[in-house]
């Protein structure tokens, strides 16, 4: 293997040891948070979330853009848990609705996209990650004008995933992906993604450290 892929790759793992990290440090205290449902699903989406992108750092470095068919599941599933987690989060019945309504769109209109091409489930699906991420961001900005001026309420995990939502879907709309996936002088974009994706589980630690500190615990 040449060296820029071992350095993305290097930098890829070292997210993914971060994100175990994080999956540990919310195991640990979860006794504390038994009745807490955003803590709950905050796990169950770190948990999901560690074990697909396990999956795609394996199958990427045994045999590089082969990864595809898991990252289809890994955009679906985490866009699920998190439409659950802002569900719960959100307390107003319009917001509740918002965020219903917009995983109902979705399922309908990615679905219709797989049926009339399913060729996409073996390709880069550009709709589902621009849908997933553009809606994940706008809940995140209406959780964060929400709570102007008062508690941080999920305030750490709600800037790293809007963070990380935006720039990946940045890198993906503006680069050609056969050549993120194969051209060496293009497998720095996959660097500069794997920086954020270190940087959004460095502001998950910090909302678990917020957490479960003594001014901070409220049952939910």
Not at 198 to 218: D, G, H, T
């Amino acid at each position: 293997m040449n060296d820029p892929f071992i350095l993305a790759f290097s930098f890829s793992a070292f997210g993914l040891i971060l994100l175990l990290a994080n999956v540990i440090c919310f195991l640990v205290t979860k006794k504390r948070f038994k009745k807490n449902k955003l803590y709950n699903s905050l796990l169950s989406y770190l948990v999901i979330y560690f074990i697909i992108e396990l999956t795609c750092n394996v199958l990427g470095f045994l045999k590089p853009n082969s990864n595809n068919f898991v990252s289809h599941f890994a955009f679906n599933i985490q866009y699920l848990i998190l439409s659950l987690f802002f569900y719960q989060l959100f307390k107003t019945k319009a917001t509740k609705i918002l965020v219903t309504g917009l995983l109902i769109s979705f399922i309908i209109t990615n679905s219709f996209y797989y049926f009339s091409n399913p060729e996409l489930f073996w390709e880069f699906n550009l709709y589902e990650i621009t849908y997933i991420s553009s809606a994940t961001i706008g809940l995140t900005l209406i959780h964060l004008y929400q709570n102007l001026g008062e508690t941080k309420s999920y305030f750490y995990f709600t800037i790293g995933v809007s963070t990380y939502m935006l720039t990946s879907c940045l890198i993906f709309l503006t680069g050609n992906i056969q050549l993120v996936f194969l051209e060496k002088p293009y497998i720095d974009i996959w660097v500069f993604n794997s920086v954020f994706f270190i940087f959004y589980q460095a502001l998950i630690y910090k909302e678990w450290k917020y957490l479960n500190s003594k001014n901070s615990y409220v049952e939910s």
